[in-house]
């Protein structure tokens, strides 16, 4: 099957592997030069080494707001690393917390950051440091190990703490399937942990039974759903595995869905986002020889020599969905069971106060962007750190970049209010809604991809589009932005009502009539809207939406149902800003 948003380019592809081939084959599965240059004093790893620390869970970066001031000193760049801290399923202990918290101010730049994959992120921790700070971070029980690189990433799952007995038991599913997909290689606890090397005999080499010495093509990213709730934006994944409740209250199974995934680069017509489509459905036992079938075809099947085409996605689209059923069937030795159908009402952001259902309180809290700081206005880190270490409470991570606090006791639910009051940390009813529904990547200054801006501004962008919605009766409306300092799509743009998509510093294409529940691609409205008038822009679509919207139809659906072209005409938005088709 043909993807609908795939335009036919006829680019021919290289005919090599690409350069991140050569160095993943001869890294000796991941080790390359890393341990030796993290012994050098100098800043900076080689370019191969660069690579393979992200196969480690690391980015070098540079603080691009002092490029030119440095360069013009004739002084290098300010680097510094990204360090991504694998969170399956968003869970991390109270000690585990507090020790991210203490790591940041001692080696971090003083935040902690919440990624729309329920993972950590720290920032601007320097080479020299890496080591210390990889093994403090072991300690915790969680690993950087897998958080980038062409491998399974963190895998995602619905962080509500609820207990019932389907909850339970898709934890279990996802414990094994982070087991079963880990990379096998020694190397990370050679290099960051211990120094020592596996001991393996001539009869028995270290084995990369899944990955082979080469991995993936590209990376691989894996989401659990539960039933109704697509809090995950399970559709955006290589591959998605949607709960099915069984009539005991147990989990039944699974309704797989393979080949999504929102990447894309300009200018690029064969790189576009695709939406995971419905593959099969499968009972417990046989999720985790499903993932590993699907990602063993992508590891066969996967474009190696152009990373811009190398997602899964591109095999389901341009070979079909048949193809991949068979592939599949084979590796797993019999037939898969037809997906059953899907529905989907409005997910929660799991925000607020909430019963567990076992007596017990959890509480989500706003995180603006995912990043925990101490502001003027609100001493967030301060505040957690202290709810965290008077309460015991353990913490989830939320996909939409924000935390709960989890197992409170009701009689300490005054408690909490009264810490986050005390720390200028708003409750969530006191949020606009198009604050609170927000997402932002980090992009400027520090991520090597971004073309504009995104986390830094979009605050006051908020505030602005906050005063154009009260101005049209509809404050209270839900409506979902998402910024992008560049096309990768980390915030899952192009599923929002409102994607904005850097193009250049300053400029974003404006992107309408995504759904809520996360099933449909929006559409481009306008490219490159400089930033300062993406307010009256968006004001003009939302006029309209305010007088002709039907009874309980949010912005997105609006949008989709009158259709860019035609919500293009009507809000006066005419000549060159014509329709431009996604990957154009």
């Not at 004739?74 to 360090?83: C, F, R, S, V």
């Not at 590209?218 to 995950?232: E, M, S, Y």
């Not at 913490?395 to 409170?408: A, E, S, Y």
């Not at 994607?499 to 309408?512: A, F, M, N, P, Q």
């Amino acid at each position: 099957m043909s993807d609908p948003h795939a335009p036919a380019t006829g680019v021919p592809a290289p005919s090599e592997p690409s350069a991140s081939e050569r160095v993943k084959a001869t890294s000796a599965h991941l080790r390359g030069s890393i341990a030796a240059e993290l012994a050098t004093p100098t800043p900076v790893f080689g370019d191969a080494s660069v690579q393979l620390i992200k196969f480690h869970g690391i980015y070098q970066q540079d603080d691009r707001d002092q490029r030119r001031a440095l360069r013009a000193a004739g002084g290098e760049k300010a680097y510094q690393m990204m360090i991504r801290v694998r969170v399956p399923g968003g869970r991390v202990s109270p000690a585990a917390y507090l020790a991210h918290d203490r790591i940041v101010r001692r080696w971090g730049n003083g935040t902690l950051r919440i990624t729309t994959r329920q993972a950590f992120q720290l920032h601007g921790v320097v080479k020299g440091d890496l080591r210390r700070t990889v093994r403090s971070i072991n300690r915790t029980l969680l690993t950087t190990l897998a958080g980038c690189g062409d491998v399974e990433r963190n895998i995602t799952c619905c962080p509500a703490p609820r207990a019932d007995r389907l909850r339970t038991e898709v934890a279990a599913v996802l414990a094994d399937l982070v087991a079963a997909l880990t990379p096998a290689t020694s190397a990370y606890h050679e290099i960051w942990i211990d120094g020592q090397r596996a001991r393996v005999t001539p009869a028995a080499p270290e084995l990369e039974e899944l990955y082979g010495d080469t991995y993936l093509p590209r990376k691989f990213k894996t989401a659990i759903a539960l039933p109704g709730d697509n809090c995950v934006d399970v559709y955006a994944h290589d591959l998605g595995l949607v709960a099915r409740r069984g009539d005991d209250g147990g989990l039944a199974g699974f309704t797989v869905l393979v080949g999504g995934g929102l990447g894309r680069t300009h200018h690029k017509l064969q790189t576009y986002p695709h939406l995971g489509q419905p593959l099969a459905e499968v009972p417990p036992a046989q999720a985790v020889a499903l993932a590993r079938a699907v990602v063993g075809v992508q590891r066969d099947h996967g474009d190696r020599r152009d990373r811009r085409h190398a997602r899964l996605k591109y095999l389901v689209a341009e070979r079909g969905l048949g193809w991949l059923r068979a592939e599949v069937e084979a590796r797993l030795g019999h037939r898969l069971a037809e997906p059953g159908p899907l529905r989907w009402p409005a997910p929660s952001d799991h925000l607020g106060w909430h019963a567990q259902g076992d007596g017990l309180l959890y509480c989500g809290i706003h995180v603006e962007n995912g990043r925990i700081r101490d502001r003027p206005e609100a001493a967030l880190m301060t505040g957690l750190r202290r709810l965290v270490a008077e309460l015991g409470t353990p913490v989830r991570l939320t996909p939409q970049q924000n935390l709960i606090l989890t197992h409170i006791p009701p009689r300490q639910r005054v408690q909490v209010d009264a810490i986050l009051a005390a720390h200028g940390v708003l409750p969530v009813r006191a949020l606009p809604p198009t604050v609170r529904h927000a997402m932002a990547c980090p992009a400027l200054p520090t991520c090597g991809l971004a073309v504009a801006e995104a986390e830094r501004v979009l605050p006051s962008l908020l505030r602005r589009l906050v005063e154009v919605a009260d101005g049209l009766g509809l404050g209270r409306e839900a409506i979902g932005v998402r910024m992008t300092g560049c096309p990768n799509g980390c915030t899952r743009p192009y599923l929002g009502d409102v994607g904005l998509v850097g193009t250049t510093l300053g400029k974003y294409d404006l992107h309408l009539g995504g759904d809520a529940a996360g099933t449909r691609l929006n559409s481009v409205y306008l490219p490159s809207v400089p930033l300062a008038e993406i307010p009256d822009r968006l004001q003009r679509p939302l006029r309209l939406f305010a007088r002709e919207r039907l009874p309980g139809e949010r912005f997105g659906d609006f949008c989709h149902r009158i259709g860019v072209t035609q919500l293009r005409h009507r809000c006066g938005e005419v000549g060159p800003e014509a329709v431009v088709p996604i990957g154009a």
